[in-house]
């Protein structure tokens, strides 16, 4: 942007010193102006490639917890079973006591898929969550391109204007100073 405001502003002092012609003085401007675009349209695309990259990297983190959950319950699962195994032997003894071991079964499998669930809702609340940042950011980084786009658009109008003023006064000048040679 520095760049882009000091070669306007050594373009605009040229006319003075070397007397260019308004169309390569304008010349000149597009082409700063065609400069300046193509660096705004390269820092848009270093900034998508840097969001893609963050995505990708939330996305294998969520894959490896999503793993390690997995071998979580796979080794809770068989605890499980080694503890029901080891509990129906010693239920096939006692009656009375296999019915009470059935009801604490019941009872700490209620228990361990209220657990899951409550897990489960907080992963999609979190998840929810970072969606809501990320799109936030996303949003502010969409207004801050604008902004930074139409000042830019305004300086360069402006500064347009100001050396079409500039031309037009010189020709105005110009041509009263040949036509009282005459």
């Known amino acids: 942007m520095k760049k882009t405001l000091i070669a306007i502003g050594f373009v605009m002092l040229l006319p003075a010193a070397n007397a ?43 894959e490896a917890q999503e793993r390690k959950e997995a071998r979580a319950r796979a080794a809770t699962a068989a605890r499980s079973a080694a503890r029901e195994k080891a509990k129906a032997e010693a239920a096939l003894t006692d009656k009375k006591r296999e019915q009470s071991y059935e009801d604490q079964l019941r009872d700490l499998e209620i228990e361990r898929q209220k657990a ?64 009282s040679d005459e």
Do not use: H, P
Request: glycine residues 2%; hydrophobic residues 30%; without cysteine.
């Open 20 to 62: 260019q012609s308004l169309q390569e003085q304008l010349a000149t401007i597009d082409q700063v102006q065609q400069q300046r675009i193509a660096d705004e349209k390269a820092a848009e695309r270093k900034a998508i490639a840097e969001m893609k990259a963050e995505e990708e990297r939330i996305r294998k983190e969520y």
């Open 116 to 179: 899951e669930l409550a897990a489960l809702k907080a992963k999609s609340k979190r998840a929810d969550d970072y969606i809501d940042r990320e799109l936030k950011q996303q949003d502010a980084e969409t207004d801050s391109i604008q902004s930074r786009a139409d000042a830019t658009r305004n300086v360069s109008e402006g500064t347009k204007s100001m050396m079409t003023s500039e031309g037009k006064a010189k020709e105005k000048k110009a041509s009263g100073w040949f036509s």
